[in-house]
């Protein structure tokens, strides 16, 4: 009798501890390279400095790939097939150890890309707090050069934003959004390679409803090598808005629309992109009517090595803000192992009128230049 209360009691305590599993993972990535652009513009764009070509630039650069970060991650198991998430994480610069920035203009933040918890089990998965918007990872998925930080459809887009006269003092863009906070995101699960994803952020502006709201939608399909995405965004009071009240008060204006198709297809070895982009300002549209044209190709050797490259193109249909921009790139990767890849990439943007589309997010270019820019660098994750 003994034996099996012994026996009993070990199970129940075994099940109990099943129940309750956690588990919290520390985790990063450092990508640094050297860089050479052939010009340079200002980053903030203003009237005396508009037209001004700073020259070319010689540095170490940290983002060949993507943006160095770090963060903590973490799930437990409730049971009945129910997990509880978290997710902090943040971006630092590998060449000066500085933090990326939030959504309050000239102001850092510890985890300025993911602080959010969320629930996620058969009906799929909440999260809720400042998380990477559905509409980023529906880019990258169908992009030949994966939405990366040299030349690709994020930098288009970002260019597209900056036509749009984004500042780059915060991450609070005034067409689409690379992070949101305050956002409520759910994830569908997989039906038949399709999945949903839906997204509201109030905007916790007292007396407004509508103030700093956003909402999108995203609507993805995968099968054998096959990748197709539609997206919508919505949002207003976009840049330069401030919950905090550090800039324009909220006004409840809808200011920042954002549409998106695009496809990839990959078959042995080859893959193959194209995309369509339209950004609005529905409040102005005189001031704010972009169209974003992608076409990308690469090619996976091995395992190890891929060569990808990408064509993408801007074109103004503003009176008020005319001009069009061609952005050209090609990039070679090669796995040493798991953790650790090396990367060299070139390329180049052609801008006329006030266009100035960037090849490398973050190194600027000046409206109406040219500019050739390349980079080689180690990317390791831990």
Request: glycine share 12%.
């Amino acid at each position: 009798m003994k034996l099996k209360s012994s026996s009993l009691a070990a199970l129940v305590m075994f099940a109990a501890a099943a129940h309750a599993q956690s588990s919290i993972t520390l985790y990063g990535v450092i990508d640094s390279g050297f860089y050479y652009q052939s010009t340079s513009g200002p980053a903030l764009i203003t009237a005396g400095n508009r037209f001004t070509n700073n020259g070319s630039v010689l540095a170490l650069k940290d983002g060949g790939i993507y943006s160095s970060n770090w963060g903590l991650k973490g799930t437990e198991d409730i049971g009945g097939g129910y997990k509880v998430n978290f997710k902090l994480q943040g971006v630092l610069n590998s060449s000066s150890g500085a933090l990326g920035l939030g959504d309050t203009p000239g102001v850092s933040a510890l985890f300025n890309q993911y602080a959010m918890v969320g629930v996620s089990g058969p009906f799929g998965s909440i999260d809720a707090g400042r998380q990477i918007v559905p509409m980023i990872w529906a880019m990258a998925d169908t992009d030949a050069r994966h939405a990366q930080f040299f030349g690709s459809i994020l930098t288009a887009w970002v260019g597209m934003n900056q036509a749009a006269g984004w500042v780059p003092t915060s991450t609070n863009a005034p067409i689409g959004a690379l992070y949101d906070s305050n956002a409520l995101v759910y994830h569908s699960p997989a039906f038949h390679g399709a999945t949903v994803e839906l997204e509201y952020a109030p905007g916790g502006v007292a007396g407004q409803p509508q103030g700093g709201t956003r909402e999108s939608a995203v609507l993805r399909y995968a099968y054998d090598g096959l990748h197709l995405a539609a997206v919508y965004y919505n949002g207003h009071d976009t840049n330069p808005f401030s919950a905090t009240g550090a800039a324009t008060p909220a006004t409840g204006n809808d200011n920042n629309r954002f549409y998106y198709l695009g496809a990839r297809y990959t078959l042995e070895g080859f893959t193959v992109s194209a995309s369509w982009s339209l950004g609005k300002n529905p409040s102005n549209t005189n001031r704010t009517d972009l169209d974003l044209l992608s076409a990308g190709l690469g090619y996976q050797f091995s395992s190890q090595f891929e060569i990808t490259s990408g064509l993408y193109y801007l074109h103004s249909r503003s009176d008020a803000a005319p001009g069009h921009s061609t952005e050209v790139s090609l990039g070679a990767d090669y796995s040493l192992s798991k953790q650790t890849s090396l990367y060299a990439e070139v390329g180049h943007v052609a801008n006329s009128g006030n266009m100035n589309q960037m090849v490398l997010y973050g190194s600027f270019v000046a409206p109406n230049a040219n500019t050739t820019a390349a980079m080689a660098g180690v990317r390791h994750t831990f």
